[in-house]
């Protein structure tokens, strides 16, 4: 998957060309009596920001009449709204232990999870009026990526919580921390993605751009990591919709969704007796191995076809290579047998995830039907970051079917043709 922001290399860092984006150079190293203590320690921070919000609550009233008047953001407004945005960034990044140190109180520190906002620009007067209603698709994905801890309780696919990916990143990452004292790599960059999407929205809102938010994870990470997973998903690159399809695709999806669940029946008695015969001989049968890899991968066609992530109608078989969106699954490898015992225990973090990325998943097909019935073209943002969330929930189906022992890797990426399991990936990574 590629993203269309493009990328530049400053001081050996990559930064994207979005107006506002994010610096990271946390190592991902953790104190665990800070961690213990994050949310004590974040308080002061956050009842500063919480004072700060009211000066700028008006300062933002100020610069919107001043931007619509002139077509441009006072430099002064401009500079004390941009530090409000970035304090409220580290607040975030720390208490969500994105980052480790202590964040100054005044929004000019460079910090491990830092932002930078372009100078002022002239922006249409159109945009600048209409803002809060023009900013409303992605508030709507904003309540998916912070959950109620920051605005309301978001809508949810399968699992219910509350947390959005944020604070489900951040819970997971807690406790993750205090074993390894280290936040695992794929937690780290699912906190940071969601950081960063809430500070271009925040950047929006507060008329410091005319960018709009993009939930594309690489304008917020820059270079994503490249995997080669066991089971892994990729996003053909072709933008094009039919508008006609589009509109039907609930009703064209309806048959491809009865074989599936009817599939589901013979793949629960087939992942069961995988199961059994991988305790057994650890390693996966290979004709069990084929059959349930042919139905996660016909998932991945129907849901990619369902949540426009696919343009064409999929085949009913599964069949390799069939589809512009496709999980890749490596054969049969050896797994480890303790891993194979409880891997419906060992599963139940990666499960309680895969809800926050559905919901995810759920809204951006949500943002983007409306959004190819009027342009014929699927965003790109939204296509990556739909396409992250759909390979999270395929690698969780590929190891509760016992198709490897690799666990999912959380972290936005660009997938690579399947191989072994990665060495050393942190379980809840």
Same mark, same amino acid.
Do not use: K
């Given at each position: ?33 800070? =961690?213990?203590?994050?949310? @004590? ?23 919107? #009449? ?35 140190? #202590? ?16 100078p002022a620009e002239r922006q249409n007067r159109w945009s600048v009026a209409f ?12 309540? =998916? ?17 509350? $947390? ?10 807690? $406790? ?82 009865? @074989? ?14 995988? @199961? ?71 599963? #139940? ?16 097909? $949500? ?63």
């Amino acid at each position: 998957m590629s993203s269309r922001v493009g990328v530049r290399v400053r001081d050996g860092a990559v930064v994207n060309e979005h107006p506002v984006h994010l610096l990271v150079s946390d190592d991902r190293q953790r104190s665990r009596g800070t =961690v213990f203590f994050r949310a @004590w320690f974040a308080l002061p921070f956050f009842l500063w920001l919480a004072l700060w919000s009211i000066a700028a609550f008006i300062a933002a009233l100020g610069n919107w #009449l001043a931007t619509l008047a002139r077509g441009r953001s006072p430099e002064g407004l401009h500079r004390f709204l941009a530090r409000y945005v970035r304090f409220a960034t580290h607040a975030y990044a720390y208490v969500n232990l994105a980052a480790e140190p #202590l964040p100054s109180f005044s929004g000019q520190s460079s910090y491990a999870v830092d932002v930078e906002i372009a100078p002022a620009e002239r922006q249409n007067r159109w945009s600048v009026a209409f803002r809060g209603f023009l900013a409303l698709p992605a508030a709507l994905l904003a309540l =998916v990526f912070v959950g109620s801890g920051v605005y309301v309780a978001s809508a949810t696919f399968g699992l219910s919580t509350d $947390f959005g990916l944020l604070g489900t990143c951040a819970f997971l990452g807690w $406790f993750a921390a205090l074993v390894r004292a280290r936040m695992p790599g794929g937690l780290r960059d699912c906190v940071v993605w969601s950081v960063g999407f809430g500070a271009q929205l925040w950047a929006y809102l507060l008329v410091l751009t005319s960018a709009y938010p993009d939930p594309d994870p690489a304008v917020a990470l820059g270079e994503l990591p490249r995997r080669s997973d066991p089971v892994g998903f990729a996003a053909g690159g072709d933008l094009r919709r039919s508008r006609l399809t589009v509109f039907f695709r609930l009703p064209l999806a309806v048959p491809h969704l009865v @074989w599936l669940a009817l599939w589901s029946v013979v793949a629960l008695l087939a992942a069961i007796a995988n @199961w059994v015969a991988t305790l057994a001989q650890g390693r996966s049968p290979a004709p069990l191995h084929r059959f349930l890899s042919a139905y996660l991968r016909y998932q991945a066609h129907v849901y990619a076809f369902l949540w426009l992530i696919g343009n064409r109608f999929p085949g009913f078989v599964g069949a390799a290579g069939s589809y512009d969106a496709e999980a890749a699954i490596a054969p049969p490898q050896a797994q480890n047998r303790w891993s194979v015992g409880f891997r419906l225990l060992l599963v #139940l973090p990666a499960w309680f995830l895969a809800s926050a990325f559905g919901s995810l998943l759920w809204t951006c097909a $949500f943002l983007a039907w409306f959004a190819a019935l009027v342009t014929g073209r699927m965003p790109r943002g939204l296509l990556n970051a739909a396409a992250q969330a759909l390979r999270y929930t395929l690698q969780v189906s590929g190891y509760v079917l016992v198709l490897s022992d690799a666990y999912p890797y959380s972290g936005p990426c660009h997938q690579e043709a399947a191989g072994p399991p990665p060495a050393a990936e942190p379980a809840v990574g």
